[in-house]
């Protein structure tokens, strides 16, 4: 499109504050084909906001705003739109909003209505709003206030209803939020109390989260909160099962933020709802955290979660699974750095053991490539067959696997000591129609500087193919990598409609974005 326009920009120093002056004297032309005009005026200080007939028009969309707002509001705002997208081209649908702040600045009274159809804003949709507010903060007469939204969603969760009800006086007052979608529902109910000191306080009367997924929880205790300017807290508030329970409170004080969380007996079941619906999770787990926030300072915490009794993670109705005994994982974040460390052993079967140092780390300095590391992991598999139920769209496995390793120096520049062994193991690949027999891999590093590594494998019946090589870690010069590939007779293809056997003999060198390819792939045999 093409816009044309007159603006004007001063500032002003009156009652010796500086004072901005925008003054936008004509505005027109064209925007993603709709016809715009505008025009208005802005004075603008620290104390003092003052908004002179601020008119957009934007196709058959109209916003106007005028008014001040110095000790005293008075302003008005009205926005009618029959189709947004006029305004923000990742919207659409109707929308009205009419609202009048007026009273004193901090106590004022707002007066407000909206009402919308089939609207989107980006990837949210709601077929309906309708809202009707009108609170005045400064006087303590009854007020009634609500919002109805109806069939919101975002993704694939959607809510048939979401209400909002808020009713009292500015003193004595209670707030309720409802979402039904069929059998789910979430309620919330607040009593509040807005003092004159503008902290408002009271109580979480009462929670009740009863969605399919997360089973049904509620609040059996009342929760006080206080919240001011400048300051905040929320005592324990608790949701509950009838063996679970889930906990957190938290404070502000001096805009320094302090939170903690605590979960006993959560059923690890919870976590289907992320991972593949095949896969079936038995277990329970405890989690303790806190948090510490001082902005632009300060970032500490700490975490526990532990599994008392072990978890079973189960493939379906397949023989595949795995046991696993008492394990945790903690991390703590301080002034000292970053320390954490996971423990999940599986009997006989598998282990991973993890711990991992960032000496005198910053989190709110981001993770420079200087800061120093240390850590190691150990762990391993005595039979890959155990994947083959849990991950149904990777390869059926055979063999083991065995990592131990140590990591030192720092991110830009690790130190990594130790070595992984694959051994004697096996891969199906559909998709290809092959079978991967004899898989050796054996990486190692002795130095810390350097990872040396040797993989061969077979295709059915044919002469084995191996890849050796290595890789410095050196990440200024791109990681320089040299990787020989050689074969004699690898098949490659065992399909109806393609049947293939290659021998290739290629060496490659990486560093960075630069890739070096010399050699040749010849083809012994092939059908197509």
């Given at each position: 499109?093409?816009?044309?326009?007159?603006?004007?920009?001063?500032?002003?120093?009156?009652?010796?504050?500086?004072?901005?002056?925008?003054?936008?004297?004509?505005?027109?032309?064209k925007l993603r084909g709709y016809a715009v005009n505008g025009h208005g005026k802005v004075n603008l200080s620290s104390r003092k906001l003052d908004i002179d007939n601020l008119a957009l028009n934007m196709g058959d969309s109209r916003l106007h705003i005028s008014g001040s707002r110095n000790k005293?509001?008075?302003?008005?705002?009205?926005?009618?739109?029959?189709?947004?997208?006029?305004?923000?081209?990742?919207?659409?649908?109707?929308?009205?909003?009419?609202?009048?702040?007026?009273?004193?600045?901090?106590?004022?009274?707002?007066?407000?209505?909206?009402?919308?159809?089939?609207?989107?804003?980006?990837?949210?949709?709601?077929?309906?709003?309708?809202?009707?507010?009108?609170?005045?903060?400064?006087?303590?007469?009854?007020?009634?206030?609500?919002?109805?939204?109806q069939n919101i969603a975002k993704?694939?969760?959607?809510?048939?209803?979401?209400?909002?009800?808020?009713?009292?006086?500015?003193?004595?007052?209670?707030?309720?939020?409802?979402?039904?979608?069929?059998?789910?529902?979430?309620?919330?109910?607040?009593?509040?109390?807005?003092?004159?000191?503008?902290?408002?306080?009271?109580?979480?009367?009462?929670?009740?989260?009863?969605?399919?997924?997360?089973?049904?929880?509620?609040?059996?205790?009342?929760?006080?909160?206080?919240?001011?300017?400048?300051?905040?807290?929320?005592?324990?508030?608790?949701?509950?099962?009838?063996?679970?329970?889930?906990?957190?409170?938290?404070?502000?004080?001096?805009?320094?933020?302090?939170?903690?969380?605590?979960?006993?007996?959560?059923?690890?079941?919870?976590?289907?709802?992320?991972?593949?619906?095949?896969?079936?999770?038995?277990?329970?787990?405890?989690?303790?955290?806190s948090v510490h926030y001082h902005p632009g300072r300060e970032l500490y915490g700490d975490i526990l979660v532990s599994i008392p009794n072990g978890f079973h993670l189960k493939a379906g109705e397949t023989e595949e699974s795995f046991r696993f005994e008492p394990g945790n994982l903690q991390a703590s974040l301080n002034e000292s750095g970053l320390a954490a460390r996971i423990d999940l052993p599986a009997y006989d079967l598998a282990n991973l053991r993890l711990w991992i140092n960032l000496p005198g780390w910053n989190a709110l300095t981001g993770l420079p490539r200087s800061q120093p590391i240390t850590g190691q992991v150990t762990a391993s598999l005595a039979s890959l067959a155990h994947l083959n139920g849990i991950f149904l769209d990777s390869p059926v496995l055979t063999g083991s696997v065995n990592t131990d390793i140590r990591l030192d120096g720092t991110i830009g520049a690790p130190l990594i000591i130790g070595e992984t062994l694959i051994n004697q193991a096996s891969a199906e690949i559909p998709a290809l129609g092959i079978t991967l027999n004899d898989i050796n891999l054996h990486a190692y590093s002795k130095t810390g500087k350097r990872i040396d590594y040797r993989f061969s494998t077979r295709s059915g019946q044919t002469e084995p193919l191996t890849l050796s090589g290595y890789t410095h870690l050196n990440a200024p010069d791109g990681w320089p990598t040299s990787i020989n590939i050689r074969g004699a007779d690898f098949q490659l293809f065992d399909l109806p409609d393609i049947k293939m056997h290659v021998a290739p003999q290629l060496a490659v060198k990486i560093e960075g974005q630069h890739i070096d390819l010399k050699g040749q792939i010849a083809i012994p045999q092939a059908l197509l």
């Open positions: 499109g093409q816009l044309n326009g007159e603006l004007q920009v001063s500032r002003k120093r009156t009652d010796n504050e500086p004072r901005d002056i925008i003054d936008l004297k004509k505005l027109d032309g005293n509001w008075n302003l008005q705002a009205q926005l009618t739109s029959s189709n947004i997208h006029n305004l923000w081209p990742y919207s659409r649908g109707k929308l009205n909003l009419e609202t009048r702040v007026s009273g004193p600045r901090l106590t004022p009274h707002i007066i407000s209505k909206i009402n919308g159809e089939n609207l989107v804003f980006e990837d949210y949709r709601i077929g309906g709003i309708n809202g009707d507010f009108d609170i005045d903060l400064q006087s303590d007469e009854q007020f009634i206030t609500g919002l109805t939204v993704g694939s969760r959607e809510w048939q209803s979401v209400i909002l009800r808020a009713n009292g006086t500015r003193t004595k007052h209670q707030i309720n939020l409802e979402l039904k979608q069929d059998t789910d529902l979430i309620r919330l109910v607040v009593d509040g109390n807005l003092n004159e000191q503008q902290i408002w306080h009271g109580v979480i009367a009462q929670t009740l989260v009863d969605i399919e997924e997360f089973g049904k929880w509620q609040q059996n205790q009342p929760a006080a909160f206080s919240f001011g300017i400048d300051q905040g807290s929320l005592e324990t508030w608790c949701l509950n099962q009838p063996d679970a329970h889930i906990c957190i409170q938290g404070e502000r004080k001096q805009n320094i933020w302090n939170a903690r969380l605590e979960a006993h007996n959560l059923s690890l079941a919870l976590l289907e709802n992320w991972t593949p619906p095949h896969l079936n999770i038995r277990g329970t787990s405890n989690i303790n955290t």
